[in-house]
């Protein structure tokens, strides 16, 4: 294999290595952003589902590589667990204002 090739194979691994660090990086916060507007409401956590669910149709649909159909995915099973976790702690801080409420007023 001639030098010159060998560079170019260099620079093209090189180049694909950082691509691939920044589509991670990418996904990361996107990731995050999801699961961010899960939080803050289940009306959002509902839209952002339904939003996985159809971009989850549009690649399968499209032809889409199987690491990306999984990426999605693993998204959507995320933010699933992550609105079963506020819905649980939604319920504990429930229970603590009513129990809170439920104390005799100690007040002079």
Same mark, same amino acid.
């Given at each position: 294999?001639?030098?010159?090739?060998?560079?170019?194979?260099?620079?093209?691994?090189?180049? @694909?290595?950082? !691509?691939? /660090?920044?589509?991670?990086?990418?996904?990361? @916060?996107? *990731?995050?952003?999801?699961?961010? @507007?899960?939080? @803050?409401?289940?009306? !959002?956590?509902?839209?952002?589902?339904?939003?996985?669910?159809?971009?989850?149709? #549009?690649? *399968?649909?499209?032809? /889409?590589? =199987?690491?990306? #159909?999984?990426?999605?995915?693993?998204? *959507?099973?995320? !933010?699933?667990?992550?609105?079963?976790?506020?819905?649980?702690?939604? /319920?504990?801080?429930?229970?603590?204002? /009513?129990?809170?409420?439920?104390?005799?007023?100690? =007040?002079?």
């Amino acid at each position: 294999m001639s030098p010159t090739i060998t560079l170019a194979d260099d620079d093209v691994r090189h180049a @694909l290595k950082a !691509l691939s /660090a920044e589509v991670q990086a990418s996904l990361a @916060l996107n *990731r995050a952003a999801l699961q961010a @507007l899960a939080a @803050l409401s289940p009306t !959002l956590a509902g839209v952002t589902e339904r939003a996985l669910d159809d971009e989850l149709d #549009v690649a *399968r649909h499209s032809g /889409a590589a =199987q690491r990306v #159909v999984e990426l999605i995915e693993d998204a *959507r099973d995320r !933010l699933q667990d992550g609105v079963e976790d506020m819905e649980m702690i939604g /319920a504990l801080q429930h229970a603590l204002v /009513a129990a809170a409420d439920a104390l005799p007023d100690f =007040q002079s």
